[in-house]
């Protein structure tokens, strides 16, 4: 079907802009008459494929973000509102385009209502638009309309999308204060290097006395900075680069997983938000009616670690050859045995959802807990370290004008 750019005036005199699909100019007229939309100008997209991605407010892959995350629950709550009130799906969406602070999630929806008035599932129309909305968003819907609950379900998620940003800052927060510390640090000893030290030391150098090996090392390496500032930035790049590729392909990103794992203090705040992570989106997804296998395939795919996602999969596997799900938990050995344990008790007495929910705000605590302490080692550790590598610069310096005075 073609794409039509317009433009247009609403009933309060402002100029709209946007993009419509219509089989003629005529069609995407009338469809923007509907809409209270008076055109003046309109024509067909130059190119399909640009116009998909503007539809669609991502370009090329691109997933959901923090920023859009928030928009997304604040705009699916509204929804929920809208047709707890009784107001038809496509009125709500409707309504949800006027309200839109954003120019991209207004096109996302307004594509989003056009094919819900053409007859296509609310589920399957969010999922055009991966930018926005998840796998687990659109499974949901699909629940929640198979059901006739839609605004219990939207409700929902929208205390779980809002729930999972919290947890994700939880860990952001915690690292702000500590990333800051290493940024002003690495500013610091490079201005010192490549400033500060060569003209220290050219003065010494003028004396024509033996340096010291700290100074000798100290000069080397400022001398090296200086001349070779940008193979070392080109350098630092390349192995950004192949660390990304490392950590993308299917054998490094789980060697990665596993050892962000094994780390001391930092891999148990992973195992910690991993678990939490699951056990929320398991009982959010089995309390809006998703069937358990979809469940945990859903499940699989937004948690963020490899090493889970084999183990989702291996207890999806065994799941489907009849077993529970307690059993391959147990037998992975990636989950802790209370939540497997947990698991199964809820399973016989038919009440997994609230359980895995208990599961949930237990390990939330204990993310809290868990960043606490790590920030709380952190923050002296780079401390330390920055006192370390500024002193050394300093007592590198010193010790050649030390041996000028004994001189």
């Known amino acids: 079907m073609p794409i039509f750019e317009y433009k247009a005036i609403d009933g309060d005199n402002k100029v709209r802009k946007g993009i419509i699909d219509a089989d003629t100019t005529r069609d995407a007229r009338l469809k923007l008459k509907k809409d209270k939309l008076y055109v003046t100008d309109i024509r067909e997209a130059k190119s399909k494929r640009n116009a998909a991605v503007r539809i669609r407010g991502v370009t090329g892959v691109e997933f959901p973000n923090k920023q859009r995350t928030e928009q997304v629950a604040n705009v699916t709550r509204q929804m929920a509102s809208l047709l707890q009130a009784g107001i038809p799906l496509a009125e709500a969406l409707r309504m949800i385009i006027e309200q839109s602070p954003d120019k991209k999630i207004e096109g996302a929806f307004r594509d989003i209502r056009e094919k819900v008035t053409q007859g296509m599932p609310f589920g399957d129309a969010v999922l055009q638009h991966p930018g926005y909305f998840t796998d687990l968003y659109s499974n949901m819907v699909k629940a929640g309309e198979s059901s006739g609950a839609l605004d219990k379900v939207l409700v929902r998620l929208a205390g779980f999308l809002q729930a999972q940003t919290r947890l994700k800052n939880k860990v952001g927060a915690a690292l702000i204060y500590p990333t800051i510390m290493v940024v002003v640090g690495v500013i610091v000893v490079a201005v010192l290097m490549t400033f500060v030290v060569p003209r220290v030391t050219q003065l010494i150098k003028g004396r024509g006395q033996e340096l010291p090996l700290p100074t000798r090392i100290l000069v080397g390496t400022s001398d090296f900075l200086v001349n070779y500032w940008l193979l070392v930035i080109v350098g630092v790049l390349l192995v950004v680069i192949a660390f990304q590729l490392f950590i993308h392909s299917e054998r490094g990103g789980l060697l990665w997983d596993r050892f962000k794992l094994s780390l001391p203090v930092f891999g148990d705040l992973m195992r910690k938000q991993s678990m939490a992570r699951f ?75 609230e359980m895995l929910e208990r599961i949930a705000g237990t390990y939330d605590e204990e993310v809290d807990l868990a960043t606490q302490k790590l920030t709380s080692i952190l923050e002296p550790l780079i401390i330390v370290l920055l006192a370390v590598i500024v002193a050394g610069i300093v007592i590198a310096i010193v010790m050649p004008l030390l041996q000028l005075q004994k001189a």
Do not use: C, W
């Open 279 to 353: 056990s929320i989106t398991l009982a959010t997804l089995l309390r809006s009616g998703v069937p358990a296998l979809q469940a945990i395939q859903v499940t699989k795919s937004v948690v963020d670690n490899k090493i889970l996602q084999n183990a989702l999969q291996d207890v999806h596997d065994r799941v489907v050859e009849g077993t529970d799900i307690a059993t391959p938990m147990k037998m992975s050995g990636v989950f802790p045995p209370t939540i497997s344990y947990m698991v199964g008790v809820g399973e016989q007495a038919g009440n997994l959802e």
